[in-house]
């Protein structure tokens, strides 16, 4: 029996290939599925939200129309604070209008940002949410697939189990990088992050990457020995060569 009856009988069913995405850092955040971003300890989560600015203006694109809906539930807002509009402008040369929400609880929150990605009025949501078990990450990533809205959720140092995110990162604090004009003054962010998981680059999950954000380049750069204590120079002012991931390195 050829592979045409075998198709015509329903036994074999042809499936489409996924559309693939570029396999360089941030391996698709910002730009397509759902990802998560978890704290790597309690207290992680200023470190954690500004990583997520640097990703994503690192693996946005900034052609998308429309607004980006931050969500964050309200315990969590009284928790660790909100980001101020005037936080996002060290992130971006272009400024795209951003919509608020603080919902009371998780299942609120969860409704809003499915709303949201059907609606054709954002083209980026990011939320900082309690949690989210797999049927709930496998409707966002659905509708995210649908609509073509990546989501990027905020998580506690407790996330744990199965998702249906296209990947997982674990985000920790550094101390930041020597200020060149002010030795008393804390320089450029730095973060330690581990892609726990990832469906779009699975060569590159158990990776883990020091970071440091050039406010310069408006991009972010692998600080080498960072690991072993040693102090990187600032990065050059148009950033060094990428490498195989595709961050750019310093020094």
Known sequence: MDLATLKA??????????TPIRAHFPFGLAQAGVHELAEARFGDMPA???????????????????ATLWVTQAKLGLEHGCVPDSALHGFSTHHTPRLVVHPGKLSDALWTIEEAIASSAVSLVVADVSGADFTATRRLALASGRHGVPVILLMPYGREGATAAEARWRIASRPSSPNRYDPRAPGAP???????????????????????????TLSLTVVPGLAA??????????????DASGIRQTG
């Open 48 to 66: 954690l939200t500004g990583f997520a600015l640097a990703a994503r203006a690192e693996g946005g694109d900034a052609s998308k129309a429309g």
């Open 190 to 216: 730095r973060w330690h992050a581990v892609l726990e998981r990832s469906r779009t680059a699975p060569h590159f999950a158990g990776h883990s990457f020091d970071l440091e954000w050039n406010d310069e």
């Open 229 to 242: 204590g040693q102090v990187a120079p600032p990065a050059p002012p148009h950033g060094g060569a990428p």
């Open 9 to 18: 009988k329903g036994i074999v069913r042809a499936h489409s290939a996924r």
